[in-house]
């Protein structure tokens, strides 16, 4: 079975760089999570969309932005790159229906800033 | 206060042993999930659990919503079960179902 596919696995980037991160969620969910995962920390939520807006922010800084596409997957995009963004970002979806509340992991991108 | 505390933070067993992973929450919640994550890998979802109890294969998960706990076991651990184990919680009544994350149980099983 198909899962959440994230792109790219491994990212190198310079301080002060752009960077950004794709999910692509199971096929027919139309919720994608995104949460940030610091070395040796637990994961944070970021930010949620359904149906392609916003549902929900968590402790996304403002130098991050993220939307969901008609084909609902979705980009994060981190701006102005700081030592402290080198983290494993990683996304979940979710879809309606029997497995309402289950979501499925990608397999994350680590970011390091360099 | 973690709003979802889990125990031990290491645990060490011999190949063979079995295991016990502890979580309690101070919220109440919808759904509760158990998660594996490898050093440097990504995140696998165990279980969903929102009552009773699930098994799959040598893992058991169980929740008692009342004492706020759950429970995670691994029977006849082998090495490979050598991971970081999450315990992740989704609250109740419209949190847009975002998971609220336990610091994990960092296991490891020797030969």
């Known amino acids: 079975a198909a899962g959440v596919i994230q792109s790219p696995r491994h990212l190198i980037k310079e301080k002060r760089e752009t960077a950004t991160l794709k999910c692509y969620p199971i096929?027919?969910?139309?919720?994608v999570y995104w949460y940030q995962q610091g070395p040796g920390q637990d994961p944070q939520f970021l930010i949620s969309f359904y149906e392609k807006m916003q549902s929900d922010k968590g402790s996304i800084p403002d130098r991050f932005s993220a939307q969901q596409f008609s084909d609902y997957h979705s980009e994060l995009n981190m701006s102005s790159l700081e030592l402290g963004d080198s983290a494993l970002y990683f996304c979940?979806?979710?879809?309606?229906?029997?497995?309402?509340?289950?979501?499925?992991f990608g397999p994350g991108t680590r970011l390091t800033v360099l | 206060k973690n709003e979802v505390e889990q125990s031990p933070q290491n645990l060490t067993a011999q190949e063979g042993e079995f295991i016990t992973i502890n979580c309690s929450y101070s919220?109440?919640?919808?759904?509760l999930h158990w998660l594996q994550q490898h050093p440097g890998g990504g995140i696998v979802s165990l279980f969903m659990?929102?009552?009773g109890k699930k098994k799959h294969g040598r893992l058991i998960a169980t929740i008692n919503i009342q004492e706020k706990h759950s429970s995670l076991h691994i029977t006849a651990s082998h090495p490979r079960d050598s991971a970081v184990y999450i315990c992740a919680v989704r609250g109740a009544g419209g949190s847009n179902y975002k998971l609220t994350f336990g610091k994990g149980t960092l296991l490891t099983v020797n030969p």
């Open positions: 979940a979806s979710r879809g309606s229906g029997r497995a309402l509340n289950e979501q499925f």
């Open positions: 659990l929102s009552s």
């Open positions: 919220v109440g919640i919808s759904a």
């Open positions: 096929p027919r969910h139309d919720t």
